[in-house]
């Protein structure tokens, strides 16, 4: 990959609170009080913002608006595959975390052929579908999209035949990664249903006090050594991985206890030195929520100065 392109993609559709949306037009403020050059420096493709769908209820109770969601991730595939295809960078500042099943969909449709290794970044799993989910909030579930999940066979919830249509609609009809090709990191907030899949799946699984106690670079290292199958790398960072008494409440669902802004740098400037890495996704800044003014988007925009610094040096 040469260039970074940058994605503007605002919607919130699969969130439960509202002001996700935002999150790119806060980063842009916090660049501008920091003088940064960031949004100068490169393309920005913004996607159609679906926002409008949110004033009706959604008749989906168990998967809210995923008929808007199916709309959002193919404009969105399609965007991210004709951006690598051009040997572009998709750098994607994103509102909710459904919209990264549909990243995922695009790199795929970009490479059909080729494995793809998924680095979670968060306090969640977002495992979930419509018939576990404890919220039918489809920013549960990205993951569980992407691996093509149905949990019929554990389900909580009474699912209508047409749920379950628009469900097997936006899964699709082949696995956007495969689980032995999938990392979390800072995992803290988990239903019953997502940790034992996660256990009986062996999915490599990192704790924010593992990473500490084995040092960022190791730990990279031991996640690289893991996935050293794969052909392609993507990195899903969700800013609820930070710890929200640190940093700030300002996203969808803030969790104490995880990643301080510096610690989150270091891992993500190791992270992204993964040779085959081709898309970088950051999502649920939510300044409508921020107990501290725009302190998550400061320190998102910290954190992006840096990456975005560190991504041009490696692929001048």
């Not at 260039?3 to 002001?19: D, S």
């Not at 549909?102 to 799993?125: E, N, R, Y």
């Not at 006090?209 to 690289?224: A, H, L, V």
């Amino acid at each position: 990959m040469s260039k970074i392109q940058l994605i503007n993609n605002p919607n919130e559709l699969g969130a439960g609170t509202r002001g996700s949306s935002m999150g790119f037009d806060a980063l842009q403020i916090a660049a501008l009080n920091k003088r940064s050059t960031f949004f100068k420096r490169y393309e920005t493709n913004a996607l159609s913002n679906y926002k409008d769908r949110l004033i009706d209820d959604s008749p989906y109770l168990n998967s809210k608006y995923i008929d808007g969601i199916q709309l959002i991730h193919k404009e969105l595939s399609e965007l991210i595959s004709k951006t690598i295809q051009e040997k572009k960078f998709p750098f994607i500042i994103s509102g909710d975390h459904s919209n990264a099943a549909g990243t995922i969909k695009g790199i795929k449709s970009a490479f059909p052929d080729k494995k793809l290794g998924a680095i979670w970044v968060d306090a969640h799993a977002d495992l979930h579908t419509p018939f576990t989910s404890p919220s039918g909030n489809i920013h549960g579930m990205p993951l569980a999209i992407a691996l093509g999940l149905q949990e019929e066979e554990n389900a909580k919830n009474k699912i209508s035949d047409a749920e379950k249509e628009q469900w097997n609609r936006l899964i699709g009809t082949a696995p956007g990664i495969q689980k032995e090709h999938l990392v979390f990191i800072g995992l803290r907030d988990t239903e019953i249903e997502e940790d034992d899949f996660i256990k009986n799946s062996s999915i490599k699984n990192i704790s924010v006090t593992e990473s500490r106690i084995q040092g960022f670079e190791k730990t990279c290292q031991d996640i690289f050594d893991y996935l050293q199958d794969i052909d392609l790398l993507y990195i899903s960072f969700d800013v609820d991985s930070m710890d929200c008494n640190a940093v700030s409440y300002g996203t969808g669902t803030p969790v104490p206890g995880g990643f301080t802004r510096q610690e989150s740098e270091k891992l993500l400037l190791q992270l992204i030195k993964h040779p085959k890495l081709c898309c970088f996704e950051i999502t649920e800044i939510n300044p409508c929520l921020d107990n501290k003014g725009n302190a998550m988007a400061e320190n998102s925009m910290e954190i992006i100065e840096k990456l975005s610094r560190s991504l041009d040096e490696l692929h001048a």
